[in-house]
């Protein structure tokens, strides 16, 4: 069974940073897509970041040149590195996983990873 549990939130001031991880477990980076997405109160869900087995990552405008995301094989962890954090940032930030193999060996794009099908609990992020 796929658990992902979240870390590392809090509430930072304009302009500050904070590192989220989510500790993977039940699964093997390297046959998953991975990624990040917010909910803040009364929007929609939003995808923020993804990564692929390869390493290779997307960004949603919104926070493209800001924030990165990054993965540990070996551990299992992955990583969203969030600097120059606006009060605009503040949401839930969940952690999302999806077997390649339901992809047909391919990750979807951002806007589809809504749609994984392993979530974490999430972990707030307050920025004033």
């Known amino acids: 069974e796929v658990q992902l549990v979240e870390s590392g939130g809090g509430s930072v001031q304009a302009g500050g940073s904070l590192n989220l991880s989510c500790a993977a477990s039940?699964?093997?980076?390297?046959?998953?897509?991975m990624g990040w997405l917010r909910q803040a109160p009364g929007n929609e869900r939003e995808a923020v970041a993804a990564?692929?087995?390869?390493?290779?990552?997307t960004y949603s405008d919104s926070v493209q040149g800001r924030f990165t995301v990054s993965k540990d094989n070996t551990q299992n962890i992955l990583y969203l590195q969030m600097n120059s954090l606006k009060p605009g940032d503040t949401a839930m930030y969940y952690c999302?996983?999806?077997?390649?193999?339901?992809?047909?060996?391919?990750?979807?794009?951002?806007?589809?990873?809504?749609?994984?099908?392993?979530w974490g609990q999430g972990t707030q992020v307050t920025v004033s």
């Open positions: 990564i692929d087995p390869n390493g290779k990552t």
């Open positions: 999302a996983a999806a077997r390649l193999s339901d992809y047909d060996g391919y990750c979807p794009t951002l806007p589809y990873i809504h749609e994984y099908n392993n």
């Open positions: 039940g699964m093997t980076f390297t046959y998953f897509c």
